[in-house]
């Protein structure tokens, strides 16, 4: 069963507090807008590894793809 993007949504909100996640895909290939405080002083490489944690082994075997747009809630604000 291919996930779907609330899924991805909710595998995200599971695991890293967020004031807001936007997701969209087709199954395989997601899109997402993540914002959290935790990404507070991270490098964008660092975020994404933060998001990418929150995931585990869900990016290895279900999610083929996700680009996506790490914000602080500050960031998100501007």
């Known amino acids: 069963m291919l996930p779907t993007p609330e899924l991805v949504r909710q595998y995200i909100s599971d695991n890293l507090a967020c004031d807001h996640i936007e997701v969209q895909?087709?199954?395989s290939?997601?899109?997402a807008v993540i914002v959290s405080s935790a990404f507070e002083?991270?490098?964008r490489i660092q975020r994404h590894q933060i998001v990418y944690a929150a995931l585990?082994?869900?990016m290895k075997s279900e999610?083929?793809?996700l680009s996506m747009?790490?914000?602080t809630p500050d960031e998100h604000k501007a």
């Open 25 to 27: 895909g087709d199954g």
């Open 56 to 58: 585990g082994d869900r």
């Open 41 to 43: 002083g991270k490098s």
């Open 63 to 65: 999610i083929h793809a």
């Open 29 to 31: 290939h997601f899109e």
């Open 69 to 71: 747009r790490t914000l």
